[in-house]
């Protein structure tokens, strides 16, 4: 059985209950190369387009999407950057990075109505905030996630935004990616740009970190529903 319950997205909401992402999480690693993306037109990416363009329709974002918040100043990027270093100390290990908890910096945007307005306008989504933002280190070498749909209890929609990205010697670079029915897109973004993208109906994941290279982000998390 893949899935609990008599509605094929479960009984969470549009979702996967926890035992069935967890069942699908398996046979999309087992499709995937080695938890990365195929090579495009492979019977594997053909069948991992299948799988994601079945969970697209459940995702409250329509496509990923690339931008640079207007609120993600210089100066805002420098005191979040700030914020982050002082922390990392405290992460502790994620899936393939390091998390902490964001602080005041990283809340206090999080809560802003500057925040809350800019993504509404962005998505034409009636989003309310989960008071919750995490900074995510990528700074072990072999850091980087294995494709993956998002438990259902997090957030539906993630931003992801770039702090800081040191490249290794050789100058390679670490990326998001997804996958849609479309293929994988890799989400290569520069400092202070943001990807959006709504975790649990979005395959996903981050290609492995070479030695030497160093990725900061800011994570906001956002939900359709207020906060319990
Ligand atoms: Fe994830």
Known sequence: MLYTGTHSHSEIGRYL????????????????ED??????????????????????????VKAPVECKPPWM??????????EARQSRTRAVRGLGNWKVQGGRIAQAICLSPTLHEWVQRELALDLQ???????????????GSEIHLDKAEGFEVNILVKLEHILSDTGARSTTFTYSGKGAAFHDLEVGEALIFCGPATLHGRTEVRPGERITLLSIGFCQSPPE
Do not use: C
């Open 17 to 32: 209950t926890e035992s069935g992402r967890q069942e699908w999480n398996e046979l999309i690693l087992g499709i995937s």
């Open 35 to 60: 938890g990365r993306p195929p090579i495009p037109g492979t019977p594997r990416d053909l069948l991992l387009r299948m799988i994601a363009a079945r969970f697209e329709s459940s995702s409250v």
């Open 73 to 82: 100043t210089e100066r805002a990027g420098t005191l979040l950057l700030e």
């Open 129 to 143: 905030p989960k008071a919750h933002s995490a900074y995510l280190f990528n700074d072990s070498e072999g850091d």
